[in-house]
């Protein structure tokens, strides 16, 4: 599966994911092609969206203490639903949609998490920490909604100033 990192401004970016019913052999083509798409980034998330694909999917690849990814921990969520969130946490979030930018966002700090896997069985997680953090961003992509549309109007601003400025650059360098 040919798959490319849908970039911010990007309307695709804004459209809300619709349910996965079926899980079947194109559904794990596609979590095989975002996982690669994702690594090959130095990603730690991702979500079908920024493939180009509106399905309710994301993937998790949190790093472990010595800093490795490994494909044991990758985390597939399928048609993933909060049903409990508590505290607050800031991070300073980036996403393969929005290259080069990152900013602080706040988020829950602790959350439980029902979803399907793969072949549709009814999973459980509760999370805190960069897996809790990372999970709320991607399940944000769900519904159409980046980090960059959390930020403040004058951060927002800056923001676009920024990126406009960046990708002018970038336009040129390649020519
Ligand atoms: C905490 C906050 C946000 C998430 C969502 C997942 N975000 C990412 O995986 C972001 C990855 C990323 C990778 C980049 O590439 C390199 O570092 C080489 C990057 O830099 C550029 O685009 C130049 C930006 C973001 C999870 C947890
Ligand atoms: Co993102």
Redesign the pocket.
């Known amino acids: 599966m040919n798959l490319n990192i849908v970039e911010y401004p990007d309307k695709k970016l804004k459209e809300k994911s619709l349910k996965v019913e079926l899980f079947n052999e194109e559904l794990h083509t596609l979590l095989d092609g975002m996982y690669n798409v994702m690594i090959n980034?130095?990603?730690?998330?991702l979500a079908a969206i920024q493939v180009a694909h509106a399905k309710r999917v994301l993937i998790l690849s949190i790093p472990d203490e010595e800093g490795e990814q490994n494909r044991e921990d990758l985390i597939e969520m399928i048609n993933p639903l909060i049903t409990k969130k508590s505290g607050e946490s800031v991070?300073q979030?980036?996403?393969?949609s929005v290259?080069?930018f990152y900013e602080d966002i706040v988020r829950y700090e602790s959350i439980s998490v029902n979803y399907q896997d793969r072949d549709g069985n009814t999973q459980k997680i509760e999370a805190d920490g960069?897996l809790s953090?990372?999970i709320q961003?991607?399940m944000d992509h769900l519904e159409g909604i980046l980090f960059i549309d959390r930020l403040s109007y004058s951060r927002r601003k800056k923001f676009e100033k920024e990126y406009k400025r960046m990708q002018k650059e970038k336009k040129s360098s390649k020519i």
């Open positions: 980034s130095n990603g730690i998330g991070y979030e980036g996403c393969l290259p080069s960069l953090i990372a961003h991607e």
